[in-house]
C-alpha cells in the first residue's frame, strides 16, 4: 500500500496501447464507453515502433534501391550511374515515417476523448490496476479491463538478445551500421524479410532454418519463386540448422515471440494461462474473469497485428454489449520478399487432406498484361476450390503487390464465394488482379490467355 493511495475509479481500463491496446480503446470510446489506455510509450507499440511498419518502410527503401541497380531497367531505357544509398538517411527517413503514423494515432486516441496515462501497470486484485510512470504511482479500480500488453522475443537458452551480436529483429532494425554479413535464424516471413532488406543492401546474408522449409504451410510451388529470389540476392540458405552450428555473429534470432504477461500479476487476480504464458480467451476475448479481456500477442495465439486490431474490436463490442466473436475463417499472410508472396486459407495439400475434392487453378504473371507492363513476369496465381460446389478455399499470389491483392481473395473465401463468381465480375484491364480471374477461369477450364491443360 502506498501512502496517500487514491483509488481512481475509470470505466474501461486497457494495459498496453499497441495495435491492439489502441484499436480497442477507440472502439471502446465509439460506443460511449469511457476509455483509459495505459502504456509505458506512445502509443502504437511494437508494430508502429519497432516491428511491421520499420521493416516494411526499409524493405520499401532497400527495394527501390535494388531496382534502381538492377538491369532490369537498363532494359526499360533507364541507366542509373553512381548509384548509392546511406543507411543513417535511410533510418532518419524510416523514422519520419513512424513519427507521422504515431502522431496520428496520438490525434486518433485525443479526439476520441481517451485518457493516456504513461506508465506500467499491473494488477493490484481483480478490480485494481496499480500505474506507476511520470505521474508517481496510480490507482485504478475498473468496472472492465482488456488486456493488451503483446510479446517480446522468445529467450534462446544461453544466448541472451544483447543487440549488438545476438539480436532480435526490432534490434535488427535499429543496427547503428550495415555490418558486412549476417546470419538470420528463423523460417517465418519475418526471418524472410530480413533476409531479402539486408541482402538488398549488399550484406552477406545466411539464413538458417530450424526446419526442413521456409515458410512452413505454404504451397511449395509458390515457395519456390520466393526461395530462387532470395539466392538471387546472393543468400545463402540452410536448413535443419541447430543453433549449436551457427557460430558467425552478428546473429538476429526470428524464433517466436512469448507473451508479455510475467509483470502483471496475473495469478493475483486468478487469470488462466495458456501452455505458452499467453492469457486463455475465448472467443469474445474474455478470460476466466469475465469483465477482464485480453487481446493480441499476449494471449499467446498467433503475432500478427492484424489479428489483434480484429480481437481488439471484439473485446471492446461484447464489454459494450453487443454479441461478436472473433472467428475469421482464415488469416491472410504476406511476405515482402522478392518476388512477394501473399496466401489465404487452404493450400491443395491442406485442402485435399481436410477431406475436399479439390479443384486447382493456376495463372502466369507472364501471361498477365499489367505485369508486363510493370517489368516483371516472375510469379503466379494459384486457387484451391471445392471441386463439389466450385467455393474458394484457398489462394496463394507471387507477385508485384501480392500482399494488397490477398484481400479480394479473403473476402470470396470469407463470403462463400466460388469459382463463377470470381470469374463473372469485371476486373479492371491491364490489371495484377486479372490473375485471380483468369486462375478461377483456368479451374473451371475456360482461362482465355492460357491454353487448356493436357
Ligand atoms: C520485426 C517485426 C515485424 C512484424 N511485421 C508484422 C507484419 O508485417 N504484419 C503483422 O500483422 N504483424 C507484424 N509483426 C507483429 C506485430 O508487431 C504484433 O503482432 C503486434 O504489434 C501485436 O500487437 P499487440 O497490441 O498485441 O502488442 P504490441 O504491439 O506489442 O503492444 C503492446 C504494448 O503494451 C505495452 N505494455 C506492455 N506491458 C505493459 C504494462 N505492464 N503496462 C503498460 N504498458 C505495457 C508495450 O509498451 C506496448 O506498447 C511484426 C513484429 C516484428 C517484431
Known amino acids: 500500500m502506498v501512502v496517500g493511495d487514491v483509488t481512481t475509479a475509470v470505466d474501461v481500463l486497457v494495459i498496453g496501447a499497441g495495435p491492439g491496446g489502441y484499436v480497442a480503446a477507440i472502439r471502446a470510446a465509439q460506443l460511449g464507453r469511457h476509455v483509459t489506455l495505459i502504456d509505458q510509450g506512445p502509443p502504437g507499440g511494437t508494430c508502429l515502433h519497432r516491428g511491421c511498419i520499420p521493416l516494411k518502410a526499409l524493405l520499401s527503401a532497400s527495394e527501390r534501391y535494388q531496382q534502381i541497380c538492377s538491369e532490369e531497367l537498363a532494359v526499360m531505357g533507364i541507366h542509373a550511374e553512381e548509384v548509392s544509398f546511406d543507411w543513417a538517411s535511410m533510418q532518419v527517413w524510416k523514422k519520419s515515417v513512424v513519427d507521422r503514423l504515431a502522431e496520428g494515432v496520438q490525434r486518433l486516441v485525443a479526439g476520441n476523448h481517451i485518457d493516456y496515462i504513461h506508465g506500467t501497470g499491473w494488477f493490484i486484485n481483480a478490480q485494481e490496476v496499480r500505474v506507476e510512470g511520470e ?17 517480446e522475443a522468445a529467450p534462446i537458452s ?45 550484406v552477406k546474408v545466411k539464413l538458417y532454418s530450424p526446419g526442413e522449409h521456409l515458410l512452413a504451410d505454404v504451397d511449395p510451388v509458390a515457395l519456390r519463386f520466393v526461395q530462387a529470389g532470395l539466392r538471387k540476392l546472393g543468400i545463402q540458405i540452410t536448413t535443419k540448422a541447430t543453433m549449436e552450428s551457427i557460430a558467425e555473429r552478428p546473429v538476429v534470432i526470428s ?3 512469448c507473451p508479455r504477461t510475467p509483470g502483471l500479476h496475473l495469478n493475483d487476480v486468478g487469470i488462466e494461462a495458456t501452455t505458452n504464458s499467453g492469457i486463455k480467451v475465448n472467443s469474445m476475448q474474455q478470460s476466466n474473469v469475465p469483465h477482464i479481456f485480453a487481446i493480441g500477442d499476449c494471449t499467446g495465439g498467433r503475432a ?16 459494450s454489449g453487443q454479441r461478436v466473436q472473433f472467428a475469421p475463417l482464415v488469416t491472410p499472410l504476406v511476405v515482402h520478399t522478392t518476388p512477394e508472396l501473399a496466401a489465404v486459407g487452404s493450400t491443395a495439400e491442406e485442402a485435399t487432406k481436410a477431406g475436399y475434392n479439390i479443384v486447382t487453378g493456376r495463372f502466369p504473371l507472364a501471361a498477365n498484361g499489367r505485369a508486363l507492363t510493370l517489368g516483371t513476369d516472375n510469379g503466379l496465381a494459384m486457387l484451391v476450390a471445392n471441386a463439389d460446389d466450385g467455393t474458394l478455399l484457398g489462394a496463394t499470389l507471387v507477385g508485384p503487390r501480392a500482399g494488397d491483392l490477398i484481400g479480394q481473395t479473403t473476402l470470396s473465401i470469407e463470403m462463400g464465394a466460388t469459382l ?3 470469374s463473372e465480375i469485371l476486373y479492371a484491364h491491364p490489371g495484377l488482379s486479372e490473375t485471380v480471374l483468369e486462375a478461377a477461369e483456368g479451374a473451371l477450364g475456360r482461362a482465355i490467355h492460357m491454353l487448356a491443360r493436357g
Do not use: N, W
Open 304 to 319: 500478427l497485428a492484424s489479428i489483434a486490431m480484429k480481437q481488439a474490436k471484439v473485446a471492446a463490442e461484447v464489454l
Open 420 to 422: 463463377t463468381d470470381l
Open 158 to 202: 544461453g544466448l541472451p538478445y544483447d543487440g549488438k551480436h545476438v539480436l532480435t529483429p526490432e534490434q535488427a532494425l535499429i543496427l547503428p551500421e550495415l555490418p558486412e554479413a549476417l546470419s538470420i535464424v528463423g523460417d517465418d516471413y519475418i526471418a524472410l524479410e530480413l533476409a531479402t532488406l539486408f541482402a538488398r543492401l549488399g
Open 135 to 151: 505521474h508517481g504511482s496510480l490507482r485504478f479500480k475498473f468496472e472492465h479491463c482488456i488486456i493488451a500488453t503483446g510479446a
Open 255 to 257: 524464433q517466436g515471440v
